[in-house]
């Protein structure tokens, strides 16, 4: 079990099998692209689902949103008057399409949904490129610490 949802959602991205590394809250120094971070954005609770306020053990359903970075090197140069596009086009859909209605397993709460609200391209520095992909995710509220195995 992962002890965090971005935790979760890192799980379910290597499971997949892109071959890019994925990492929480940012690339390891020096890491080259491509590589994807997932960092949480914000936990906001939904009140028409979140159970009744007079009562202390109710359930407390929240939304949080995550978002999903895909960095990856704009060109490469293949020779001294010439470069060639160096991005996988179509794998930021890629994986916006496998995490949107999955079931995260792994994570310390259970999920009852993963929905995709957008995918945006930002040309960056240094030749790069972030395709960043914003996550929903509906869940309770977690009663207690969870201390990572």
Sequence with gaps: MAATTEGAIKARLEGLGFGVPVFRDGPREGQDPPFIVVEQQSIT????AAGDFGDPAA????????TVDLIERARVKASPRVARNAQRYGLAEAIAHALHGCRLPAAPTPVTAVRVRDLDRFPIADNRVRSSITVEIHRPLLTAEVTPA
């Design 45 to 48: 609770t939904n009140p028409a």
């Design 59 to 66: 359930e407390i359903t929240v939304t949080e949103i995550l």
